[in-house]
């Protein structure tokens, strides 16, 4: 059975599949966030274009709601590649890694979310839910992202286990 082929066509038993990987995904994105968050604050450290992160600094709000849109359409279109034909992966695989870098450049440049109160001192529960929602947003793309690897690993093991069962003809 192909996970991936069972994303287009459910039966029950890979209804089941795709739930007990959601499932793992979740619990190894609860497990991995932390790391996730340590690896981002590395990348912050990375020497930045001073006239995008003054571009950025100028509308601050924008920035961090902008940075919901990047975060949001990678696992958008890491879901969108996996029901597509192999022909398409490579492309797909690009668009990804072209997002993850947009993603990336735009959370280096624009200003430290933490600074949203002083920035706002008026709206302490708007800076509240920006903090929460960022929390959410990397961990439903870390879950996203490990239930893409996961379902690509059991997809090869599938095609692997097809290949070794097929009787070779002379």
């Known amino acids: 059975m192909h996970v991936l082929h069972s994303l287009s066509h459910p039966s029950r038993r890979s209804k089941n599949l795709l739930r007990a990987l959601a499932l793992a995904s979740l619990a190894v994105a609860g497990f991995a966030l932390p790391f996730v968050w340590d690896v981002l604050a590395a990348i912050n450290e990375l020497p930045k274009m001073a006239w995008l992160q003054s571009l950025l600094a100028q509308v601050p709000l924008l920035s961090w709601l902008m940075m919901f849109v990047w975060g949001a359409a990678i696992p958008v279109v890491l879901i969108m590649c996996m029901q597509v034909s192999p022909a398409h992966r490579l492309r797909n695989a690009a668009m990804v890694l072209a997002l993850m870098l947009v993603a990336v450049t735009w959370y280096v440049h624009m200003p430290a979310?933490?600074?949203?109160?002083?920035?706002?001192?008026?709206?302490?529960?708007?800076?509240?839910?920006?903090?929460?929602?960022?929390?959410?947003?990397?961990?439903?793309?870390?879950?996203?992202?490990?239930?893409?690897?996961?379902?690509?690993?059991?997809?090869?093991?599938?095609?692997?286990?097809?290949?070794?069962?097929?009787?070779?003809q002379a």
């Open 113 to 168: 979310s933490s600074r949203c109160m002083a920035i706002y001192p008026h709206t302490t529960w708007a800076c509240d839910v920006l903090q929460w929602g960022y929390s959410l947003s990397l961990g439903i793309a870390t879950a996203t992202y490990v239930f893409t690897m996961l379902a690509m690993g059991f997809s090869a093991l599938g095609l692997l286990a097809e290949n070794l069962g097929d009787p070779v």
